[in-house]
T-cell receptor, first 113, second 115 residues
Framework: KQEVTQIPAALSVPEGENLVLNCSFTDSAIYNLQWFRQDPGKGLTSLLLIQSSQREQTSGRLNASLDKSSGRSTLYIAASQPGDSATYLCAVRGDTSGSRLTFGEGTQLTVNP | GAGVSQSPSNKVTEKGKDVELRCDPISGHTALYWYRQSLGQGLEFLIYFQGNSAPDKSGLPSDRFSAERTGGSVSTLTIQRTQQEDSAVYLC?????????????FGNGTRLTVT
């Protein structure tokens, strides 16, 4: 059974700092990995999707890496802003494209002005 | 529509009543997922549809839960004889299938409170 762990559970940083969120998963037979953000009372917003054959994806100030063999992914946020405050969730999809996503419990990020 | 739409956004019901939650996926998305998010917990998979069929419904917690999808579009999640432990946010997501594992797009969820 796939298990996804995110560390840290919560993080508070001053504005402008670069930061890294960590995600690990127990079964390396994944199809892809997706990072989401969730604002309070809202659904999930997709940030980045990394296919199993890829090593990283970038979008603006966000960079996500994937090391499938070791079961790890990181989300790097450059020059953090108060608007980045949210819960960040990592999810892995099983080894077929229709399989469920298994989610971590998230990292709650607060960026202080 | 532009995104995944869920209704109602909030639902308060008495214990023992039945409820129906609706999901309108993004047009053209053949895959549809239901998840549940309880307070302070992660997202729990419930069921996956590909078209109108459900190849994976292993996450439904009991036989009080059922879901259907018609016309390859709208899906309804039904909870019969609701219990207080059913209180949670129910999230629906959709994606294209067969395009390299395209990203899931989520709706804003239905917050269900069972009193």
């Amino acid at each position: 059974k796939q298990e996804v762990t995110q560390i840290p559970a919560a993080l508070s940083v001053p504005e402008g700092e670069n930061l890294v969120l960590n995600c690990s998963f127990t079964d390396s037979a994944i199809y892809n990995l997706q990072w989401f953000r969730q604002d309070p009372g809202k659904g999930l917003t997709s940030l980045l999707l990394i296919q199993s054959s890829q090593r990283e994806q970038t979008s603006g100030r966000l960079n996500a890496s994937l090391d499938k063999s070791s079961g790890r992914s990181t989300l790097y946020i450059a020059a953090s802003q108060p608007g980045d405050s949210a819960t960040y969730l990592c999810a892995v999809r099983g080894d077929t494209s229709g399989s469920r996503l298994t989610f971590g419990e998230g990292t709650q990020l607060t960026v202080n002005p | 529509g532009a995104g995944v739409s869920q209704s109602p956004s909030n639902k308060v019901t008495e214990k023992g009543k039945d409820v129906e939650l609706r999901c309108d996926p993004i047009s053209g998305h053949t895959a549809l997922y239901w998840y549940r998010q309880s307070l302070g917990q992660g997202l729990e998979f419930l069921i996956y549809f590909q078209g109108n069929s459900a190849p994976d419904k292993s996450g439904l917690p009991s036989d009080r839960f059922s879901a259907e999808r018609t016309g390859g579009s709208v899906s309804t999640l039904t909870i019969q004889r609701t219990q207080q432990e059913d209180s949670a946010v129910y999230l629906c997501a959709s994606s294209r299938k067969g395009q390299g594992g395209s990203p899931l797009h989520f709706g804003n969820g239905t917050r269900l409170t069972v009193t």
